[in-house]
């Protein structure tokens, strides 16, 4: 027997700004259907579905632009179809059921570093400007990081008065030049 779907809990609505946008939770939204979150690498989705449901009596296409989130009994209606307002990675994208909160769990992996204003074109949108885009350090490439770690050690030289990792380079490098060995560990 195929389980009908269990009608979507009513989720609390977040404040909305003056144009009627949601301020962000979790960097997501909220929408009759699903609640979202994201960080600048992917987008997650959660969708409440009844408790008995089987990952076998679904089907679910993830591509580039869109989504299609169905039941294999075409007379239950679908739950969820449409497109995405960025580009995502079809290979790199899953889904999968938590029994414990009886949702299904879209990751999508994103393209672009970008934040998105709503996770189905259509719904609901977020203010982006009020997303959390902090990022730790080590969440960065290996160039970026190093940068971020040059800044901080020149920033903490020049607050003791002491030389920037530029100006001892560039005593390393006039050593080098008059044939002198640069000084250890420079």
């Not at 902090?134 to 050690?153: N, P």
């Not at 607050?159 to 030049?177: F, Y």
């Amino acid at each position: 027997p195929t389980s009908s779907p269990s009608p979507t809990p009513t989720l609390p609505t977040p404040p909305l700004n003056e144009k009627g946008e949601q301020i962000p939770v979790g960097n997501g939204g909220v929408t009759d259907k699903y609640y979202w979150t994201q960080t600048l690498y992917e987008t997650t989705v959660y969708i409440s579905v009844p408790p008995n449901i089987m990952s076998k009596q679904l089907n679910c296409t993830i591509k580039t632009n869109s989504v299609s989130l169905k039941y294999k009994d075409s007379s239950i209606p679908p739950i969820l179809v449409g497109d995405f307002p960025h580009s995502v990675k079809p290979g790199e994208s899953l889904w999968s059921l938590d029994r414990e909160a009886n949702s299904l769990v879209l990751t999508l992996d994103k393209v672009q570093r970008t934040w998105w204003d709503c996770a189905i074109v259509g719904d609901t949108k977020i203010d982006t400007s009020k997303v959390d885009s902090t990022m730790k350090v080590d969440e960065y490439d290996a160039g970026t990081q190093a940068a971020i770690r040059k800044i901080m050690f020149d920033q903490k030289q020049q607050r003791l008065g002491l030389p920037t990792s530029d100006e001892i380079l560039g005593v390393a490098n006039d050593m080098s030049s008059l044939n002198i060995p640069p000084p250890p560990n420079a």
